[in-house]
């Protein structure tokens, strides 16, 4: 169980996030959505360990994690991309999958269907691709958390549907799963609850059907105006 | 072998290890203005072991390595999570405060009829362990080529290594490398420790080459050269900065008709390449190409 509570950030004296709390079980996966400046990224910040949080706690399986280094969240199980793919460019496909650790990297480049550009450095790779090798990197690890930061973000149709059929083919049974994302056609597609944040509230927080049918969603997106 | 020949490939060999040294730091993304502080840190405690409490020269020599490489250990405290413009000017204010110190270092004791030993701006004199050991300037040379050549060796199976391969993420994204679960901090500071050991090395050797070392031994110019060295010849491999040190001592300064001019053409040279090769001549992309050219031939 992965546990947000009460967590809030502030940059500079500008909230951030301002006490959110989610819960996320074993197995589950949870979509986060909001509009830009919603603090989407921050949260997975927080739960990274690249952010600390200025009140709240964050807790895996009852484990604080809270005030940890990102290296020291990592090895706790936490796996992460980033909203932008973060590719190691002057290092081969293989070496940023295995990225240090000791782990056969073969099955994973299989699994992203990039065995046969092992050897290629990573620089050489098209969006496409970078973000799945970037997704091969995360799951490499065999995570307890895996926080997907719009893995289909500046994709075409076609590639986003290549992430979104490798997402569920990769994800084991176990793994929490926490996928920013803008796609709510993704989201829908295999997340089991959504949360919805604005200004760094959580104003949502169930099925992906009973989205659109929220009004404070709907005024978050639209506009009161609109909305009503 | 001429002397003039043999003293250019020992400044070659002993140079080779000060760029080396800027090279393994400028793998984890730290430009070091402070290097020369760890040659002369080797040089002064290998020539003290040596010529103040008669240590044998390879003992000497390695004493100057560990003395550099625990000072590398000891700044890395403070330096090692800085990174960017702060670590550069960090390292320029370290090599700046050690020439300074041992501008007042004065530490003789009698050595037969004569006090020997550092003796602030005049610096330390009477290093003669090889030449009292009766080691030829050839077979030195040798010895400097043979331990340039391993340690060339060392580092490019460390940098193959799960270890080098966290040095290299390290260099290219500090926080990628962290949330892969990279102790950033660690591998900073280990080589840190490192880079300070391999300069000193050079220290050691030089110092009991030219049997003496001062304090202008740790002017800048020579961590700038150890860190253009790495730059001209390639970041990607550590036969970069030996290439390096090769085409600025070997090639520019046997060039008698260049006498006056070296630097000219040395700072052009760096300037140029920073331009059309910002990563030197073997940089990632060139020795990826090459070892698959070599892969390919194999087959």
């Known amino acids: 169980m992965l546990s947000v509570e009460g967590v809030s950030v502030r940059f500079a004296g500008i909230s951030a996030l301002s006490s959110v709390s989610l819960a996320v079980a074993a197995g589950e996966r949870l979509g986060v959505v909001g509009p830009n400046g919603a603090g989407k990224t921050t949260l997975l910040n927080v739960v990274a360990g690249l952010v600390r949080p200025a009140a709240g706690a964050i807790r895996l399986d009852g484990r604080p994690l809270t005030g940890l280094a990102p290296d020291a969240v990592a090895r706790a199980g936490v796996a992460r991309t980033f909203q932008s793919p973060r590719l190691f460019s002057r290092m081969t496909v293989e070496e940023n999958v295995r990225a240090g650790r000791s782990l056969d990297a073969e099955p994973w480049l299989r699994l992203v269907g990039l065995l046969p550009r092992r050897g290629d450095l990573a620089a050489a790779l098209p969006p496409g691709e970078a973000r799945r090798l970037e997704l091969a990197r995360a799951l490499a690890g065999a995570p307890h958390v895996l926080l997907l930061d719009e893995p289909c973000g500046g994709l075409s149709a076609a590639e986003t549907e290549d992430i979104a059929a490798l997402l569920e083919r990769a994800v084991t049974p176990a793994t929490i799963l926490v996928v920013v994302e803008h796609k709510l056609r993704v989201i829908s597609r295999f997340c089991q609850r959504v949360a919805v944040l604005h200004l760094g509230e959580k104003i949502f927080d169930g099925p992906p059907t009973a989205l659109r049918a929220d009004r404070r969603v709907l005024d978050a997106y639209l506009g009161k105006a609109r909305a009503s | ?299």
């Open chain 2, 1 to 299: 072998m001429s002397d003039y020949a043999v003293s250019l490939l020992v400044r070659i060999g002993v140079e080779a290890f000060v760029a080396l040294s800027a090279y393994l730091l400028l793998v984890i993304g730290r430009v070091s203005f402070g290097q020369q502080a760890f040659f002369v840190i080797g040089g002064y405690a290998a020539g003290i072991a040596t010529a103040l409490y008669g240590a044998p020269l390879a003992v000497g020599i390695m004493v100057g390595a560990v003395a550099a490489g625990v000072a590398g250990a000891l700044l890395s405290a403070v330096m090692a999570p800085v990174g960017g413009i702060y670590f550069a000017a960090g390292s320029l204010a370290f090599g700046e405060l050690v020439r300074v110190a041992l501008l007042s270092f004065h530490y003789q004791v009698p050595v037969g009829a004569d006090l020997t030993g550092p003796a602030g701006a005049d610096g330390f004199r009477g290093v003669r362990a090889l030449f009292t050991g009766g080691v030829s300037a050839t077979a030195f040379m040798l010895a400097v080529a043979g331990l340039v050549a391993l340690t060339f060796l060392a580092i490019a199976l460390l940098l193959r290594s799960r270890w080098g391969e966290a040095m290299r993420m390290v260099g290219e994204d500090e926080t990628a490398s962290a949330s892969l679960g990279v102790r950033v901090r660690r591998v900073a500071a280990l080589t840190m420790a490192g880079a300070g050991a391999l300069a000193g090395l050079g220290g050691g050797l030089f110092v009991h080459y030219a049997t003496y070392m001062e304090p202008g031994h740790s002017d800048v110019m020579l961590g700038v050269h150890s860190l253009a060295y790495a730059f001209i010849g390639g970041l990607g491999t550590p036969l970069g900065p030996i290439i390096g040190v090769a085409l600025d001592i070997g090639l520019l300064e046997s060039f008698r008709f260049l006498a006056g001019y070296r630097m000219i053409v040395f700072g052009g040279l760096v300037m140029g390449l920073l331009v059309v090769r910002p990563r030197g001549l073997l940089d990632e992309v060139a020795v990826h190409r090459l070892s698959r050219l070599v892969a390919w031939g194999r087959r």
